[in-house]
């Protein structure tokens, strides 16, 4: 869709035109991205790599391979950030970005009160200037990654 942001970075991807942040890692259903209006280091997105809206519009081989993402996500993020564990959300209700896609969110034990469950969401859709720095976002991506692709060719 050409309105959908999603969609547009999708394209970029494809294009090899994503920073290591915006590219962390590409399935054959998903791609993996630091979100990139957060506050928050580590605030990773699966993205269906093909338009759907809803969870009913999956394949049966795209939500497998989502369940296995999950984890070996909120795994990666745990052993790199000492996360205690992850916070998964998945609304597609923005009308930027209606295309399926999942919030993995590392749960700090230092976390503040004001940032645990639901209100974790307040670091997000943050003013440019409360972004998170992208050379500690390529950092994390790339560590990540590596990760990842250890899991997956094992």
């Known amino acids: 869709m050409d309105d959908c942001k999603s969609c547009q970075l999708l394209r970029r991807r494809d294009a090899g035109e994503a920073p290591p942040w915006d590219s962390i890692y590409r399935s054959d259903f998903w791609d ?14 699966l993205v269906a790599r093909r338009h759907v809206e809803a969870l009913d519009e999956l394949t049966f081989a795209e939500a497998v391979d ?24 998945q609304f597609a209700e923005s009308a930027e970005h209606p295309h399926a896609h999942f919030h993995i969110v590392p749960r700090f034990p230092d976390q503040a009160p004001d940032d645990i469950a639901y209100r974790v ?3 997000l859709g943050v ?26 060719e094992a």
């Not at 999950?70 to 564990?85: D, F, M, P, Y």
């Not at 200037?129 to 899991?151: G, H």
């Open 32 to 45: 993996i991205v630091h979100a990139y209006n957060t506050s928050y280091l580590g605030w990773l997105v």
């Open 66 to 89: 989502l369940g296995s993402l999950i984890r070996e996500v909120s795994q990666a993020l745990k052993r790199r950030t000492g996360c205690q564990k992850t916070y998964v959300m």
């Open 121 to 123: 969401m307040r670091h």
């Open 127 to 152: 003013p440019l200037e409360e972004r998170c720095d992208e050379i500690e976002m390529n950092a994390l991506a790339m560590a990540i990654r590596a990760r990842l692709e250890a899991v997956r």
